[in-house]
């Protein structure tokens, strides 16, 4: 029974004793060296460790050295993939992305944590495209659902299936038939289309969860935002942890795993099916990687171990020459105010064939203008509609610690995003030139103002927002040349990262079309510097002529 000092630790030594045990977990960051078979306590708890040595008889011996282990740190080449055949994919991967595609083939169930935008979601579709895990099972937040269903079809051509309560009971037919190799669902559903029952009605655990036989069918399962399962006492932690347990292909994508300590790694691990093969358990990885005031220990071992084993990350610094400069994504929305919506709708379209049945000028140019209100009442309730899915996302950047600049249009609407986030700032038409300078330097310098809401008229030019390489847009203007002023407004002189923007719509609204007017008819922003008249006329042409089209936002 002695105490000797190792480095900055007393390293307490004794024959086992339970009683001893028990009372050397009452000091503070205690953990036991398996190597040399003492417990270590760090040195600044003196008076702590003085006081047990005096109650429990130990002698403290200067003279002898435990050396703590040393542990070699050699982390591995991620995979190149020199070799692999990736003609299936309709879109070129970048070679930062073939290597981890290569990487999460070679290792089956892995971690893609690569910095937001930098393509985890094509990554994780060319490994299980390549390895035909099929079927393949996607679990995203619910605002991603659409997206990945159009990224499947888009990158690889495969049918992705959207879970609908139509399909609750019989969507493992569509595989069967040929019809679907990938079926998406939001977390919040996992519940709804996965589980039988459940045997406690209260604090349950996962042993005590029945799952329906279908989920034995997919051989590969690939989770959206990982990173939302860091607490494994949720429910949608729970569920996610069963669906995946079994599988040879799990592909977690997280921009940020580790949120505020390696425990949040844990239950993302266990997800994955690699906490016991490579971390030995869950008290080995606590004990080891989760020690000190800091909860905190050993990190460069474990990110070797991670590494080596089970995940990727690359920052956009370290991959930019790969980049395009400036890059643009669809956020398909639900809508809470449906019925709102439709009826609206309804009343436009009314005005639309009275429109295009007007024989009359002068009633047509009454109708343009009585149109355009119509238009302008369904963009306003899509944006209302659309906030909850915009907020998903904005929680998710924000707590990846990273700035985001929103573009909007409508007071109400930048009224409800600051209230919020409180701790946002806002440029708005109704800001004088002070206050708007105030917002763009405590949004440049401000570690601490992650967020800024931008009135598309009063922020759209003139202004350097470069502390942020994300954009987006709840609204947006009619043109194409509108658009770029006011994503340039990241993407300028003094950004150093990629530029990502995102534009969010509504789904099966006037978002679809009038995104699609933007992009496909850049020739509207030449109609800036003609005749106001013009520029309607211009306009209700164009969604007079795609409400009479189906096109894949209607879907």
Not at 357 to 386: H, P
Not at 429 to 441: K, P
Not at 444 to 471: E, N
Request: aromatic share 10%; proline share 3%; glycine share 6%.
């Amino acid at each position: 029974m002695q105490v000797s000092v190792v480095n900055n630790n007393y390293a307490i030594e004794f024959t086992y004793k339970p009683y001893l045990v028990e009372a050397v977990k009452s000091l503070p960051e205690r953990r036991w060296d398996d190597s040399n078979k003492v417990w270590l306590v760090p040195t600044k708890y003196e008076p702590q460790v003085t006081a047990f040595m005096s109650r429990y008889g130990f002698k403290l011996n200067l003279s002898k050295k435990v050396q703590e282990p040393e542990v070699e740190i050699v982390i591995k080449d991620v995979p190149k993939g020199e070799n692999l055949d990736l003609s299936f994919m309709k879109l070129k991967p970048y070679p930062f992305q073939v290597h981890g595609i290569a990487y999460g083939i070679e290792n089956e169930r892995v971690i893609i944590g690569d910095q937001p935008g930098l393509g985890k979601t094509i990554q994780s579709i060319g490994i299980v495209t390549y390895v035909k895990a099929w079927p393949c099972l996607v679990i995203c937040p619910s605002s991603l659902k659409e997206n990945w269903r159009r990224e499947f079809e888009k990158v690889t051509g495969k049918k992705a299936m959207i879970l609908t309560d139509a399909v609750k009971r019989n969507y493992k037919l569509f595989y069967e038939a040929g019809l679907a190799d990938v079926f998406i669902v939001n977390y919040e559903s996992l519940k709804k289309y996965f589980v039988s029952s459940i045997a406690k009605p209260t604090k349950w655990t996962l042993r005590d969860v029945f799952f329906r036989k279908e989920i034995e069918m997919f051989k590969s399962v690939i989770i959206d935002e990982l990173h939302r399962c860091k607490s494994s006492q949720t429910h949608q932690s729970k569920f996610t942890k069963g669906i995946t347990t079994g599988k040879k292909y799990v592909i977690g994508l997280t921009g940020t795993p580790v949120v505020n300590k390696p425990k949040d790694l844990v239950s993302q691990l266990f997800i994955i099916n690699q906490m016991n093969q490579v971390f030995g358990n869950y008290r080995h990885f606590i004990d080891t990687y989760c020690a000190g005031t800091n909860e905190a220990s050993n990190l460069q071992q474990l990110n070797a171990l991670l590494r080596n084993n089970c995940f990727i990350r690359r920052e956009k610094q370290a991959v930019l020459t790969d980049l395009p400069d400036k890059q643009r994504q669809v956020v398909v929305c639900d809508i809470s105010n449906r019925k709102e919506y439709d009826d609206a709708e309804k009343d436009l379209i009314k005005y639309l064939v009275e429109y295009k049945d007007a024989s009359d000028e002068k009633i047509a140019s009454t109708l343009r203008g009585e149109i355009m209100v119509k238009i302008g009442i369904l963009k306003n309730i899509s944006a209302r509609g659309k906030l909850n899915d915009v907020f998903e996302f904005v929680d998710d950047i924000m707590e990846a610690g990273e700035k985001l600049i929103l573009f909007i249009h409508l007071k109400e609407v930048a009224a409800a995003v600051l209230h919020k986030y409180h701790g946002a700032v806002s440029i708005t038409g109704a800001d004088d030139m002070i206050a708007r300078q105030s917002a763009v330097d405590r949004f440049q310098k401000d570690p601490k103002v992650k967020l800024i809401v931008c009135s598309i008229k009063a922020a759209g030019v003139g202004l350097t927002l470069t502390a942020s390489s994300r954009v987006g847009f709840i609204e947006f203007p009619w043109t194409y040349a509108d658009c770029e002023q006011c994503e340039d407004r990241a993407h300028r002189i003094g950004q150093k990262d990629s530029v990502t923007c995102y534009y969010f719509l509504g789904k099966q609204t006037i978002d679809g079309k009038i995104y699609k007017i933007i992009q496909t008819k850049k020739a509207i922003a030449q109609a800036v510097t003609g005749s106001t008249e013009q520029i309607p006329e211009n306009i209700v042409d164009m969604v007079a002529n795609l409400f009479n089209q189906k096109d894949d936002d209607d879907n």
